[in-house]
């Protein structure tokens, strides 16, 4: 069983709508979860961060992590064009430590 | 502020060959980390250095080794290829000071063709 699992889609979706992105994981220990975004030939760009449990938003996104079923979500309001891209959740145990990523899910919004 | 930067952007090389990858941190960044991310997967962490030391593996074979310098650049070495090491090699650079959270940040990654 993977450390993280994360659909890999492709996801498509149009202009305005609500996008849910979601990972789930084994390992309790892992405390802080992040979503990076990564453009094609591009590395990744940290979107949001979330320590322990609980919700926490970004203007258009947010993110929410439940500890007690080993699941967290990416929530993307109003999407955009420019928000087409790879979507990768990644956690660790403790800060500065190795990260373990999902797949990946690839997303395009169309205009 | 500079942000992380990767040399070469694109390498060939063929099986049985050693390669050397290299990266500039982040100014003021200390802890350097290299992610393999094979195509369609998500980055699979390798190795971390911090202050010219390993600090920590992941499930890599010894083929794969590192340097990190005093400046906290760093060195990816893979020896013997294998087909399976093409992949986009990622390095990560980050704070690692007290028990605050530390961003990674990411270059923009070595693609690495082995044929």
């Known amino acids: 069983q993977k450390e993280v699992e994360q659909d890999p889609g492709p996801l498509s979706v149009p202009e305005g709508a609500i996008v849910s992105l979601n990972c789930t994981y084994s390992n309790s220990a892992f405390q802080y979860f992040m979503w990076y975004r990564q453009y094609s030939r591009k590395g990744p760009e940290l979107l949001m961060y979330t320590y322990s449990s609980g919700n926490k938003e970004d203007g258009r996104f947010t993110a929410q992590v439940d500890k007690s079923s080993k699941y967290i979500s990416l929530f993307i309001r109003d999407s955009q064009p420019s928000d087409s891209a790879t979507y990768l959740c990644a956690m660790s145990w403790y800060t500065g430590n190795q990260f373990y990523f999902g797949t990946g899910t690839s997303l395009t919004v169309i205009p | 502020e500079t942000g992380v930067t990767q040399s070469p952007t694109h390498l060939i090389k063929t099986r049985g060959q050693q390669v050397t990858l290299r990266c500039s941190s982040q100014?003021?960044?200390?802890?350097v980390s290299w992610y393999q991310q094979a195509l369609g997967q998500g980055p699979q962490f390798i190795f971390q250095y911090y202050r010219e030391e390993e600090n920590g593996r992941g499930n890599f074979p010894p083929r794969f080794s590192g340097l990190q310098f005093p400046n906290y650049s760093s060195e990816l070495n893979v020896n013997a290829l294998e087909l399976d090491d093409s992949a986009l090699y990622l390095c990560?650079?980050?704070?690692?000071?007290?028990?605050?959270?530390?961003?990674?940040?990411f270059g923009p990654g070595t693609r690495l063709t082995v044929l």
């Open positions: 100014s003021g960044h200390n802890t």
């Open positions: 990560a650079s980050s704070s690692y000071r007290d028990s605050s959270y530390n961003e990674q940040f």
